[in-house]
């Protein structure tokens, strides 16, 4: 039982690149989120997905998109990567939505944007 | 916008002792969620305290609510050197969708 993964877990990127972060969980949950922390920040989220097939925005949603083709795995993209998008980006799991219930965290992954 | 806020930013103790962190938000919740990271790490989930309830524990955890307050607190006694972590309160703020943490607590428990 893995509970949530991340990958990868760094990454450097130039301005003006792309790339796409992958979590994935074997809980079962139909809940899963990322997230963003930067230093002094505390979390915040970017996306979130009630189900498959389905996402939302949340308080940081712009200049990423998000996918949910299967229940187990949520990916999150950069289509033009900005150096204001340098952070620790963090997934996250739940059996019910959003505050009702613990949210399981991966390990994350640190993004650099040059 | 920040929901939770935490109390100190930062927390220097010797291993034995007892640390007390702080958590105040403004507006009314149904339940709150204390969290821990250790550095490098992901969040680890500590305790989920309802808003009808007034104390929670968890072996060496216990935590506090006071919703007439809007505060919360999370006492760690007999502190470890394991227990250095950030410790972050969040509050779903009426919200059934969105969890919002605060910016943490750096709690650093010296040998």
């Known amino acids: 039982n893995a509970g949530v993964t991340q990958t990868p877990k760094f990454r450097v990127l130039k301005t003006g690149q792309s790339m796409t972060l992958l979590c994935a969980q074997d809980?079962?949950?139909?809940?899963m989120y990322w997230y963003r922390q930067d230093p002094g920040m505390g979390l915040r989220l970017i996306h979130y997905?009630?189900?498959?097939?389905?996402?939302a925005k949340g308080e940081v949603p712009d200049g990423y998109n998000v996918s949910r083709l299967k229940k187990q795995n949520f990916l999150l993209g950069l289509e033009s990567a900005a150096p204001s998008q340098t952070s620790v980006y963090f997934c996250?799991?739940?059996?019910?939505?959003?505050?009702?219930?613990?949210?399981?965290f991966g390990p994350g992954t640190r993004l650099t944007v040059l | 916008s920040q929901q939770g806020e935490e109390d100190p930013q930062a927390l220097s103790i010797q291993e034995g002792e007892n640390a007390t962190m702080n958590c105040s938000y403004k507006t009314s919740i149904n339940n709150l969620q204390w969290y821990r990271q250790n550095s490098g790490r992901g969040l680890v989930h500590l305790i989920l305290i309802r808003s009808n309830e007034r104390e929670k524990h968890s072996g060496r955890l216990r935590v506090t609510l006071d919703t007439s307050k809007k505060s919360s607190s999370l006492l760690i006694t007999a502190s470890r050197a394991a227990d250095t972590a950030s410790y972050f309160c969040?509050?779903?703020?009426?919200?059934?969708?969105?969890?919002?943490f605060g910016k943490g607590t750096l709690l650093t428990v010296n040998p």
């Open positions: 809980m079962n949950h139909e809940y």
């Open positions: 969040a509050t779903d703020g009426g919200s059934n969708y969105k969890l919002t």
């Open positions: 996250a799991s739940s059996y019910l939505l959003g505050a009702q219930d613990t949210q399981y």
């Open positions: 997905s009630v189900g498959e097939g389905t996402t």
